[in-house]
């Protein structure tokens, strides 16, 4: 089965890091774009960040910039997300996904389901005291 296995979640206090880990399961990462997504209960899913196939192009949301950093080690097979300065409102699942119909040389924060692919199952990240 060809899916991304989110892995990283847990309980941390507001302030605090968290580093989430993406690995392709039955598949290579190689080229693919790799976004970043979360939901909160009750809300919609929200693009994160976005990485493009070497990592060239990286961009976020505004609700994490500066304080959240995408990276990617494709001989890990492995996308990663540091979430630093973390805030009860970074709390959600966070999957990961591949944009199979990217801009090219670019990504897309927030782009159309349709364009998404081998969703991961999903990992829960806490933050409160």
């Known amino acids: 089965q060809l899916q991304l296995v989110e892995s990283g979640g847990g309980l941390v206090q507001p302030g605090g890091s968290l580093r989430l880990s993406c690995a392709a399961s039955?598949?290579?990462?190689?080229?693919?774009?790799i976004n970043w997504f979360r939901q909160a209960p009750g809300k919609e899913r929200e693009g994160v960040s976005c990485i493009t196939g070497r990592g060239q192009r990286r961009k976020y949301a505004d609700s994490v910039l500066g304080r959240f950093t995408v990276s990617r080690d494709n001989a890990k097979n492995t996308v990663y997300l540091q979430m630093n300065n973390l805030k009860p409102e970074d709390t959600a699942v966070y999957y990961c996904?591949?944009?199979?119909?990217?801009?090219?040389?670019?990504?897309?924060?927030?782009?159309?389901?349709?364009?998404?692919?081998?969703w991961g199952q999903g990992t829960q990240v806490t933050v409160s005291l």
């Open positions: 996904a591949a944009d199979k119909n990217p801009v090219s040389g670019s990504c897309t924060v927030q782009p159309p389901t349709w364009r998404l692919d081998y």
């Open positions: 039955g598949f290579t990462l190689g080229s693919n774009v």
